[in-house]
């Protein structure tokens, strides 16, 4: 997706840069993850964008916007990356191991240093900003509800006990995958975040 505008030859004064919104969002997410919401500056946004400051107003309005927008875009990139991983597997178990084994991967090393946005805002937006609140509310929800329906999977081809509560142990299952982000930013290995997932598993018999 770009912001439509005129090419280098024809731009006219005033006129915004062309640039790529998935790239520079791309490119703000690390910095809100690795700095949080307030500790980024405008400047150092736009820097990281590699977009001017004029076309980043113009498309955003303000660091708000910027943060909205990437947010949003984190959670339509992670549940891709995720949906991927959960077509190759066929069980409610195996899929749910795919789950935590994002979360290894996303909890050590390099993107466990730099966090996750949700769990971020969580921290630091949500008693505050309403639409950030929401936003964090529902991507909860929505993690919540998707590793019941791959509980509730797992039960019915039985690859997992039918015995445990599908709602209760998904709401276990987020605190601890949301934990593992935290945690993740204290640089554990990744046989630490490893052994964790293996953990959790147990909670499926």
């Known amino acids: 997706m770009t912001i439509a505008t005129v090419s280098k030859e024809t731009r006219t004064r005033g006129r915004p840069r062309q640039f790529d919104m998935d790239t520079a969002l791309d490119k703000a997410l690390r910095v809100f993850s690795e700095r949080g919401y307030h500790a980024a500056s405008i400047s150092e946004l736009t820097e990281a964008m590699e977009v001017a400051a004029g076309s980043v107003y113009k498309a955003f309005r303000d660091k708000r916007g910027i943060f909205l927008a990437a947010f949003d875009r984190y959670r339509a990139v992670r549940l891709g990356l995720l949906d991927a991983r959960l077509a190759k597997v066929e069980t409610g178990r195996d899929k749910l191991r795919e789950v935590l084994a994002s979360y290894v991967i996303s909890s050590h090393g390099e993107s466990g240093r730099r966090g ?43 690859s997992i006990s ?9 709401r276990a299952l987020v605190c601890l995958t949301k934990g593992m982000r935290v945690v993740g930013k204290t640089g554990p290995n990744e046989e630490d975040m490893a052994s964790v997932a293996e953990i959790a598993l147990k909670l499926l018999t």
Not at 162 to 170: F, K, L, P
């Open 116 to 158: 996750c946005l949700v769990v971020g805002s969580a921290n630091e937006l949500a008693l505050f900003d309403e639409e950030a609140a929401n936003r964090v509310a529902a991507a909860f929800a929505t993690d919540e509800a998707s590793i019941a329906e791959l509980i509730r999977l797992g039960q019915r081809d039985g």
């Open 162 to 170: 039918s015995e445990i509560d599908a709602s209760a142990t998904a």
